[in-house]
Nanobody, 120 residues
Framework: QVQLVESGGGLVQAGGSLRLSCAASVSQSTMGWFRQAPGKDREFVASIWRIGGFMYYGDSVKGRFTISRDSAKNTVYLQMNSLKPEDTAVYFC????????????????WGQGTQVTVSS
């Protein structure tokens, strides 16, 4: 069983920045971030592969969010800039030992989620 520990959520004004972190207990091939706002489906945010470092982003965050990983620490980060009120959601870290992309059912392990609230 892989444990994921997220941190870094909080309240920020529109236009501000936050950085989320997620530490995995075991190194995994793909690490990603999803988010879920009240009453909405879970949405893909970003993912990164251990091999090659390939990164993928959801359309709504491209150009504003950056995913990165520190393989030595089994940790993935999500730098969120130019935040908007519509970015308000619970952000979940997810991982899998396989190559994965943007579908939530590709991921095997999930963190508990961290709340991000962007005020207008």
């Amino acid at each position: 069983q892989v444990q994921l520990v997220e941190s870094g959520g909080g309240l920020v004004q529109a236009g501000g920045s936050l950085r989320l972190s997620c530490a995995a207990s075991v190194s995994q091939s793909t690490m990603g971030w999803f988010r879920q706002a009240p009453g909405k489906d879970r949405e893909f945010v970003a993912s990164i592969w251990r091999i090659g470092g390939f990164m993928y982003y959801g359309d709504s965050v491209k150009g504003r969010f950056t995913i990165s990983r520190d393989s030595a620490k089994n940790t993935v980060y999500l730098q969120m800039n130019s935040l908007k009120p519509e970015d308000t959601a619970v952000y979940f870290c997810a991982t899998t030992p396989r190559i994965a992309n943007r579908r939530s059912d590709e991921y095997d392990y999930w963190g508990q989620g961290t709340q991000v609230t962007v005020s207008s």
